[in-house]
């Protein structure tokens, strides 16, 4: 490698729960550079996951965290092309890569869910995969199925 590796950047945890995470998963949701509007968004959901799931003993940040995990793929295929035929190659994930795909899947499929307001949509989604359904759900799922079909061609890793 000619070029030294940019540095991975600090990011400051969030000002409610002091928690890394929940800074990263924030500016996954952010648009525009609008902070303060997607702080309100999460924390608006989190709220609303605690009124609705007020029977479990765990917090709303503790339920955030299991459905992150419940959507969080272990393998992915990668295209790669070997004497003119492409072939879907199962890889494992790198751990960051793990969390920034599972924060990205819970926001692309809470976007995409009807309701009124986006921290609406995002509880729904939040308590869909806690108790493991909803899309970002099934779209690790399908992640997982796909590599299992394709686990012939691990021997093409790279």
Do not use: C
């Not at 899947?105 to 493991?132: F, H, V």
């Amino acid at each position: 490698m000619r070029k030294a590796k940019p540095k991975k950047r600090v990011i400051l945890p969030d000002p409610v729960y002091h928690d890394q995470k929940v800074s990263k998963f924030v500016n996954h949701l952010m648009y525009d550079g609008k902070k303060n509007t997607s702080y309100e968004i999460f924390y608006a959901a989190l709220k609303t996951v605690e009124a609705k799931l007020a029977n479990e003993e765990k917090t709303a940040l503790e339920i955030w965290k299991k459905a992150l995990d419940n959507v969080t793929p272990q393998v992915e295929v990668k295209s790669r092309r070997v004497g003119g035929a492409t072939f879907q190659v199962p890889t494992e994930i790198r751990p960051d890569r793990k969390e920034s795909v599972s924060m990205k899947n819970l926001i692309s499929y809470a976007r995409k869910r009807g309701g009124k307001t986006m921290a609406d949509k995002l509880a729904a989604e939040i308590m869909d995969a806690y108790n493991e359904q909803g899309g970002a759900y099934k779209r690790k799922e399908d992640m997982h199925r796909m590599a299992e079909a394709n686990r012939a061609f691990a021997h093409f890793r790279f």
